[in-house]
Every structure is written in C-alpha cells, then in structure tokens.
C-alpha cells in the first residue's frame, strides 16, 4: 500500500495523463473523472513493485484495465464511437494556430479506437512500442502496425492542412 506522500507524489506526477488517456477512451469527461477516482482509490490499496522500470507505463496499464473494464460493464464501445469527440488541444489565442489544433482533433477522431489510443501512448505519453504493447496487452508487432497505420491515416487526412500552409 503506498504511503500517503507517494500517492500525493503519483498524483501529482501522473493525474494529468491519466485523466486525458482515461478520457482519450470513454470519451466522457466525467465518466474519465470518476474512472480517475477509481484509480487513485485501487492504486491506494495496492502496493507498487520495488524495481519498477517504467512509473507511467504501469499505471497506465491499471488506467487501461479499468477503463477497459468500465466500457464492457456498460457496454458501451459503440456508443463511445459515437460521442461527440473531446477536444485534445486548449483553445488557441492564434485564429491559424486554432484551426490547426481543430484540424489534427479532427483527423485523430477518425482514427479507430485501437489506432487512436496507440497513437496517443506514442505521441503525449512518450512509451516506446514495448511499453504500450504491456499497457494494452497484445503483442509488439501489433502496438507498431496499429502505430503505423495511425500514422499514415493521419498523414493523409492532414495532407490537405500541410498543402495550404506550405509557400
């Protein structure tokens, strides 16, 4: 069971990234609140391993399983799908730098789930294929192919962004 300073410091450390990849999946911001709670109030019963080699990849892979969990108790997958997707970047000053955070949004929301949440582990979260292959439990090569088809959708749905901007 962690002690009290070490939940504060996990919290401190993590809540952030957790509350986004949580919301990135159940695509509700107060049911990614409450999976948030519910992580922090199992992570409190728990106690971490003594040699852990990546902090945020472990608790990402408890945020993975609850939030897996929640979807199949409410069998909402499809129903997720089809929420009015949440916004990934803060509303810009810069009209252009807006309508660029806009247009990637948008791009990242057609990915599919699975591309999508890799995606995301990559990018924002920085964990290497091997670290998201143990968050989501399958296997490496899939985490990569799932990396690399998320990557090509969004080269393509952004190629028309990057042809406006270009001089």
Known sequence: MPHASQLERLYDAHAAG???YLNGIVKSEADAKDL?????????????????DNERAYL???AHRL???????HASREKAESVHPQAVFASQED?????FARRVESALHQ?????????ELKLWHGLTFDQIAEVQRIPLN??????????????????????????
Not at 39 to 49: E, G, M, Q, R, W
Not at 111 to 119: E, H, K, N, Y
Not at 142 to 167: F, G, H, N, V, W
């Open 36 to 52: 948030l709670q519910d992580f922090f109030i199992k992570l409190a019963d728990v106690s971490l391993p003594a040699h852990l």
């Open 142 to 167: 899939t985490a990569a192919s799932r990396y690399r088809y998320a990557i090509e959708k969004l080269r393509c749905l952004l190629r028309p962004l990057y042809d406006d901007i270009q001089p």
């Open 60 to 62: 990402l892979r408890i």
């Open 67 to 73: 939030a897996i969990d929640w979807l199949r108790r």
């Open 18 to 20: 957790v509350f986004h």
């Open 111 to 119: 990915l599919p789930a699975d591309q999508r949440s890799i995606a």
């Open 95 to 99: 009209p252009d730098a807006d309508h």
